[in-house]
């Protein structure tokens, strides 16, 4: 079945350790996302790809960073995690932009100890 | 700017009766509009949406939605509530460009 996977599931790292998570998709789709989700909140879209055009959120911090050596992968660096960036990261994928559905992985829990 | 609101943070049902899950929007042009629900440590999962036409949209697991112009909202239901609809459900809207605004998700409890 075509889907978008995230890995891994659970990452724990230190405050100050940089850690990269992973998302892939089979789905052959154009537009990749990075969502940042806290506890029982709405996702936050941090960034997206259109093909390999990266496009930032104006709000999203330079700790974050994002790679999309291929149409399959996408990985989210963040370059020195703080306590506040615990949360869950969601990868979602889009055939288009504007109209068409994203469809979300099941998303990365990051602990920051 | 773009902006949903769900008025309510939790909705209790009991089981077999009908559900409703509010969502107003404000957007600048022709809305587009979605439902997502989430379950416990997963992604979102996409239940349906409204681009055009229909205003009565039919998705997923027997949920539907009603697109209202002139009330700017977009209500989330369902005939006969199940516990396993319990979870998280979000509404998303945009209009004319990528971005999605996502409202803050409204906890659904159906209760056996």
């Known amino acids: 079945d075509a889907m978008v996977i995230q890995n891994p599931r659970y990452q724990v790292t230190q405050f100050g350790k940089p850690v990269t998570l992973s998302c892939s998709q089979t789905?052959?789709?154009?537009?990749m996302y990075w969502y940042q989700q806290k506890s029982s909140q709405a996702p936050k879209l941090l960034f997206h790809?259109?093909?390999?055009?990266?496009?930032n959120e104006a709000d999203t911090p330079d700790n974050f960073q994002s790679r999309r050596p291929n149409t399959s992968f996408c990985f989210l660096d963040i370059r020195s995690p703080g306590l506040g960036d615990a949360a869950m990261y969601l990868c979602?994928?889009?055939?288009?932009?504007?109209?068409?559905?994203?469809?979300f992985g099941p998303g990365t829990r990051l602990t920051v100890l | 700017a773009q902006s949903v609101a769900q008025p309510e943070d939790q909705v209790n049902v009991a089981e077999g009766n009908p559900l409703t899950v509010k969502c107003t929007y404000s957007?600048?042009?022709?809305?587009?509009l979605f439902w997502y629900v989430q379950y416990p440590n997963r992604g979102l999962q996409f239940l349906l949406k409204?681009?055009?036409?229909?205003?009565l949209v039919k998705g997923s697991y027997g949920f539907e939605a009603e697109f209202n112009k002139s009330q700017t909202s977009f209500h989330l239901k369902k005939p006969s509530a199940l516990v396993s609809d319990s979870a998280l459900y979000f509404c998303?809207?945009?209009?004319?460009?990528?971005?999605?605004?996502f409202g803050k998700g409204t906890k659904l409890s159906v209760i056996p």
């Open positions: 790809y259109y093909d390999k055009d990266f496009n």
């Open positions: 957007v600048s042009g022709n809305p587009y």
């Open positions: 409204y681009i055009t036409g229909d205003n």
């Open positions: 998303a809207a945009g209009a004319g460009s990528y971005q999605l605004t």
């Open positions: 979602a994928t889009s055939r288009d932009m504007s109209t068409d559905t994203q469809y």
């Open positions: 789905l052959n789709h154009n537009v």
